[in-house]
């Protein structure tokens, strides 16, 4: 992962994922969550036009948004993520080929992990971060007890990661965290309440800057 990102991942922390949101609101999702404060998007390729709008959104804000695929499945998913120009790899699932291939474009990839074994594996095999998923139906205090043996490992807490329990979360050490619905809420995208959106972004990042910033 290039020194820029990693060290805007640490301290943003947040990444947002966008996934199925309506057609055509991409640019104005991208906007009302920069506004409030996030630095990275994963656009999730089960999202209609997923390729085109990695794309256009990261051609339109120019390196101030960090524009990523997410739910890669495959090598041939992220083959065409890289293309249409992602800058970081996302999947559910640990996939020796996907992490094989991003390392050997130089794209950083963030595989799925839930056990240690995979975490482990796929640390070896050079993944530079792992996502814990689902840390929803885990529980967020897994991630603490297993960064107790593994915390040489850079975690991001996928699901089920809220206002309530995100401080939490990054207390126990995780480098970062992908947020959903819980913060890419498509019902108040289908209704245009964009500012929601960023009000709620603000509250994330505010949770976050507490933790980081003050500790």
Request: glycine share 12%.
């Amino acid at each position: 992962m290039d020194q820029t990102m990693d060290q805007l991942l640490n301290n943003k922390k947040i990444i947002a994922i966008i996934r199925g949101i309506p057609s055509g609101t991409g640019h104005d999702v991208a906007q009302a969550l920069y506004d409030g404060g996030v630095r990275f998007l994963e656009i999730t390729l089960n999202t209609g036009g997923a390729l085109e709008m990695i794309s256009e959104l990261k051609e339109a804000f120019q390196g101030k948004l960090r524009v990523g695929a997410g739910t890669v499945l495959n090598v041939e998913d992220a083959k065409a993520s890289i293309e249409a120009g992602a800058e970081y790899v996302v999947s559910p699932h640990f996939d020796e080929e996907v992490v094989t291939y991003c390392l050997s474009q130089g794209v950083p990839v963030w595989p799925g992990t839930m056990t240690p074994t995979e975490m482990m594996r796929a640390t070896n095999l050079g993944a530079p971060a792992v996502k814990v998923f689902p840390v929803g139906a885990l529980g967020v205090k897994y991630i603490k007890d297993v960064r107790g043996p593994l915390n040489h490992i850079k975690m991001i807490a996928t699901g089920g990661v809220n206002l309530d329990n995100i401080q939490d979360v990054i207390t126990y050490g995780v480098t970062a965290v992908g947020l959903g619905g819980n913060l890419v809420n498509n019902q108040l995208i289908a209704q245009g309440k964009y500012n929601e959106i960023t009000e709620l972004a603000r509250a994330y990042a505010a949770k976050v800057e507490e933790v980081v910033v003050h500790g």
